[in-house]
């Protein structure tokens, strides 16, 4: 009955699904959440409305070539129903003791402004520059090897393998030892937050590749970002296929070496579904999890042997009154307590987050209406949270929940001081743990993005969109790397994989 299920409704199987409805495709979409989008979705709360996971996108400006490539195929993908508003500029705001920076765009504006605020920094700030041209080229050139056949990867791997593998192992932390000044390694190193990586283990090639992707500028989608689920699943119905929710994968069915479909549980009652062809985008360790164990063991073994990374806690914020008259704006602002900008948040109950992420989704969206919010995040180690981990939704015990009330009101608290103003104009405050993002994301741990990034995992053959089980395919940031952008590539390589003549349409 169908031709391709895929895995999870988050950025990268809408991508993945819509691209092949596009192809005349039935494709079915399992969304474990009762909620289609995953990261994308949005949830409302006595009439604020949230974004869980989108705070800004690059490559969707209207720009010829590659600065605006990715707002064409999500164009063409929806069908032209959606439409992305500019975050301002600067985009970025790095509040660190004593001093404040914004990142503007293009690259150009922002390396003058440093160039104007550190004036004997000029070698220092030359070197890094050209350091994340060279990196952003070796990202491109691995992330293609990991969706091209295994010849063509072979090829390219001899052209380009040497430049990638030394971008892949020369970590964050070991660029920004080389910039003398301390508050100029700061302002560098400040955004790791989007992808998740602490400098001592990110590699420097996904840093260039995630802040470089917002040197034309960063975008917010019109509508919040629920317009992703909306847009793209219309289109993979008005191609005769179909999305079931609450549909938890149990099973990739697997028969005389070849996907044959899957089994599924849905309110409580069992189903299966056949299907030559699946695209898991549920995370590379889950897709392993549905697997039985003689289907490419050795690659399973690998897949369930990365560790996740790290996890996070959001503070959900809403507002009555004019925030902006109060001191917030469209950018984001990344907060340091130290010019030590490297640690996760370890013991949230005992001390304060020693950096924050905040972000203003109302600002961003002209059609966000008069119900102001913020969202707060903080990455922290997943240690204290790990004995309620992988507990059923509805269980939650007292210590948890008063655990959870300390926490939430200490990370209210730090938000206050930094923006003073705002905070009589808090109304409604909620916080989500990583027990959340276990919960409605099956994230392992409750990771922010997945497994860990570090050298070894980009330097990993198991984590391709091809896979030794035949017609399965991976997709999403597991395969791609972090972010929005990032995850919606992997699925529209996943799908040309399916279908070859898409490839096309992501060389435009």
């Known amino acids: 009955m169908w031709d391709t299920i895929v895995l999870g409704s988050g950025i990268a199987g809408l991508t993945a699904a819509a691209a092949l409805a596009h192809r005349g495709q039935r494709v079915l979409v399992l969304e474990q959440h009762l909620t289609p989008g995953g990261q994308t979705q949005t949830f409302q709360r006595q009439g604020w409305t949230f974004a869980t996971g989108v705070h800004y996108i690059g490559g969707v400006g209207p720009f010829p070539g590659p600065d605006g490539q990715f707002g064409r195929l999500l164009a063409w993908l929806s069908n032209d129903q959606l439409a992305f508003a500019p975050c301002g500029n600067p985009y970025d705001i790095v509040r660190l003791p004593g001093l404040e920076f914004g990142i503007e765009h293009p690259e150009a ?11 004997h920094q000029r070698i220092a700030i030359d070197r890094w520059f050209g350091q994340m041209a060279q990196a952003r080229r070796a990202a491109m050139s691995l992330f293609a090897m990991r969706g091209m056949p295994a010849p063509l990867a072979w090829g390219l791997k001899l052209w380009r393998g040497a430049e990638v593998e030394a971008m892949s192992r020369r970590t964050l932390a070991e660029a920004l030892a080389e910039v003398p000044d301390p508050q100029l390694r700061a302002i ?21 590749l995630v802040t470089g992707s917002y040197n034309a500028g960063a975008w917010f ?59 898991s985008a549920i995370g590379a360790p889950n897709t392993a999890a ?8 050795e690659w399973q073994a690998e897949l369930l042997g990365f560790k996740p990374g790290l996890a996070y806690l959001s503070l959900y914020l809403g507002f009555e009154g004019d925030i902006e008259a109060a001191g917030a704006s469209a ?23 020693p950096g924050l992420f905040v972000s203003f989704p109302s600002l ?33 015990p007292e210590d948890y929940l008063a655990f959870k ?57 198991a984590l391709n969109v091809r896979t030794p089980v035949n017609g399965l395919l991976l997709a999403g940031q597991d395969v791609s790397g972090a972010g929005v952008q990032a995850a919606a590539m992997s699925g529209l390589m996943a799908a040309a994989v399916l279908e070859p003549a898409l490839l096309r349409q992501l060389m435009g």
Request: net charge negative; with cysteine.
């Open 109 to 119: 504006a922002y390396r003058q402004r440093l160039l104007e605020r550190f004036p």
């Open 188 to 208: 560098l190193g400040a955004r790791w937050g989007d992808y998740g990586a602490p400098p001592e283990h990110a590699p420097l090639l996904e840093h260039a």
């Open 221 to 279: 989608p019109v509508g919040g970002p629920s317009r992703f689920a909306q847009t793209l699943l219309s289109v993979v119905q008005g191609a005769g296929g179909a999305v079931e929710l609450g549909a938890s994968a149990e099973r990739i069915v697997v028969e005389g070496g070849r996907v044959a479909g899957v089994d599924f549980s849905q309110h409580g009652q069992p189903h299966s579904v056949r299907a030559p062809r699946v695209i």
């Open 290 to 297: 549905c697997l039985a164990e003689s289907a490419a063991r």
């Open 331 to 353: 950018a984001n602002v990344w907060i340091y307590e130290s010019l030590d900008i490297g640690s996760a948040w370890r013991q949230p109950a005992d001390e304060d987050a």
């Open 364 to 396: 961003k969206d002209p059609r966000s209406g008069d119900k102001p919010t913020a969202e707060v995040l903080a990455l922290c180690e997943a240690a204290p949270f790990e004995g309620w981990l992988g507990r059923p939704a509805g269980e939650r």
């Open 405 to 461: 009330a300390w926490v939430e009101a200490r990370l209210l608290a730090q938000f206050e001081r930094h923006f003073p103003a705002l905070a009589p104009m808090i109304r409604f405050h909620e916080l989500a743990t990583p027990l959340t993002q276990q919960h409605y994301v099956r994230a392992p741990q409750g990771a922010m993005y997945g497994i860990v990034m570090d050298a070894g995992r980009l330097a990993s053959g």
